[in-house]
């Protein structure tokens, strides 16, 4: 689907959303430019972070800067040791030429800066911290999307046209306003109303990075509104959901549960981190090798709009699938069992991996299959699988909508969310997430690259 088609949420206030973030978005093989420590130990995506945000629709730009020791004027995007260009330079070449050409994309920069006495050991870390605050007001003021300065473009949540809003304004309000670049960073010296450098632990609360086993507190877990300095706002606290790992494989074929970013990991994480949150639904999701974005976008439509629940990744028990349930003879994640009076009742909360008005019956060999229902009756439901998705309906919404600027239940399938075909079609069986032309083998190896990135760095340096 092309970029408008991907817009059509506008009724969605900013909370109610979710959208994917490329995690270390300047560390890719593009900027990498050959380089084989990088490529080695140092990449975390494929592609620039220009067609990252126009051909894998992320949102959301997450970057490591610090200053440049040779020139104060200057900061690096850098990821650990490694460095992956000059931040004005890479903005400027990917983030605007997008913006220019999106003017209703909604989007985030998350950049967290690395500094102190360990990195500038010797060095006034606090000067260096104050001259990367003057270099970022700088570059926002210098650079320019069809004329308007990036900095008279980021929200600014005590602006005027927000007074009275008892929440996050909706994403077409946004739009309208013009304040459609987000700016959250992890310096609280760093807050400016004026130019829209939110604070993170003001707005949002975010899980542990490492890992994807649990899902446990970085800071402000329990906090469900904000907390903006000299505000009396209380929107919702926003939640930055990280979901990554150095070591299992994210990208290939035939990946248990889709991988990462596939349906049976995700999606059960996502419910994992949620349960552990106090039900806050993810604003944004982190994720490494977006590249390989197609069931997370269609996790993400589920996340916002509801739908069918996705099947069709290999599996080998009921834990690596979405639905919760693994035909174990064939390999793949099929919907889960259900009558029709439990579908009728409960619709999707019941049917996992059906259409709604569809139920899941057993037919051979262990295969479940879909059926519409047919002359539906009014006897007692007798499913506990609710409780898989118990969330009230803004924490989890599912919207019945029959407004041609609103996308219906139906989930956005894995071709549609990153091609450019004209209209929206009803969602598909996919077997697994389908890798681009890259090496299995060195993504095997990059997936490791953080056990050995100190190691690599003693060795440079």
């Given at each position: 689907m092309n970029a408008a088609q991907f817009n059509k949420d506008g009724e969605l206030r900013f909370h109610e959303n979710t959208i994917i973030v490329s995690h270390n978005s300047a560390a890719n093989k593009v900027a990498a430019d050959g380089d084989f420590i990088k490529l080695m130990?140092?990449?975390?995506?494929?592609?620039?972070?220009?067609?990252?945000?126009?051909?894998?629709?992320v949102r959301g730009l997450s970057l490591d800067i610090k200053i440049d020791l040779s020139d104060w004027s200057k900061l690096r995007l850098v990821h650990s040791v490694l460095d992956f260009g000059d931040f004005e330079t890479e903005i400027a070449a990917h983030l605007v030429p997008f913006l220019e050409e999106n003017a209703e994309a909604i989007t985030l920069i998350y950049f967290e800066v690395v500094d102190g006495p360990s990195v500038h050991p010797g060095q006034d870390w606090q000067a260096i911290r104050s001259s990367i605050l003057k270099n970022l007001q700088r570059i926002f003021s210098n650079l320019f999307v069809d004329g308007v300065s990036l900095a008279d473009m980021t929200f600014k949540y005590n602006s005027e046209i927000w007074a009275g809003h008892d929440d996050w304004p909706s994403l077409n309000e946004i739009r309208s306003s013009g304040q459609r670049l987000f700016i959250i960073h992890d310096r609280s010296e760093f807050r400016s109303t004026e130019y829209g450098f939110m604070y993170r632990n003001d707005v949002m609360k975010e899980n542990f990075w490492e890992g994807i086993e649990d899902c446990t507190e970085r800071y402000e877990w329990n906090s469900s509104k904000v907390s903006f300095p000299y505000s009396s706002l209380s929107w919702s606290r926003l939640f930055f959901m990280n979901h990554f790992d150095t070591i299992v494989d994210t990208v290939g074929e035939g990946l248990l549960g889709g991988g990462i970013n596939g349906w049976g990991i995700l999606f059960l994480r996502t419910k994992k981190c949620m349960e552990s949150n106090g039900f806050t639904k993810p604003t944004f999701v982190a994720l490494d090798w977006v590249v390989q974005v197609a069931e997370a976008?269609?996790?993400?439509?589920?996340?916002?709009?509801?739908?069918?629940?996705?099947?069709?990744?290999?599996?080998?028990?009921?834990?690596?699938?979405?639905?919760?349930?693994?035909n174990t003879v064939l390999g793949f994640c099929q919907c889960?069992?259900?009558?029709?009076?439990?579908?009728?009742?409960?619709?999707?909360?019941?049917?996992?991996?059906?259409?709604?008005?569809?139920?899941?019956?057993?037919?051979?060999?262990g295969?479940?299959?879909?059926?519409?229902?047919?002359?539906?009756?009014?006897?007692?439901?007798?499913s506990t699988d609710t409780e898989m998705l118990s969330y009230t309906p803004t924490q989890m919404p599912v919207v019945q909508s029959t407004s041609s600027s609103v996308p219906s239940t139906s989930i956005i399938t894995s071709t549609e969310m990153i091609s450019n075909t004209p209209t929206l079609k009803e969602p598909t069986t996919i077997v697994s997430a389908k890798n681009s032309n890259s090496a299995s083998t060195l993504f095997k190896t990059l997936s490791r690259k953080k056990i050995v990135l100190g190691f690599v760095a003693l060795l440079l340096f």
């Open positions: 130990f140092g990449v975390d995506q494929e592609n620039s972070m220009y067609d990252q945000l126009s051909t894998s629709m976008l269609e996790v993400v439509q589920y996340l916002k709009f509801g739908g069918k629940i996705g099947s069709g990744q290999r599996c080998t028990d009921n834990s690596h699938c979405a639905t919760g349930s693994c889960k069992e259900c009558s029709m009076a439990d579908s009728v009742a409960f619709g999707q909360d019941s049917c996992f991996g059906c259409e709604s008005e569809q139920h899941c019956v057993s037919v051979e060999n295969l479940n299959e879909c059926l519409n229902n047919t002359n539906p009756t009014t006897s007692t439901p007798n």
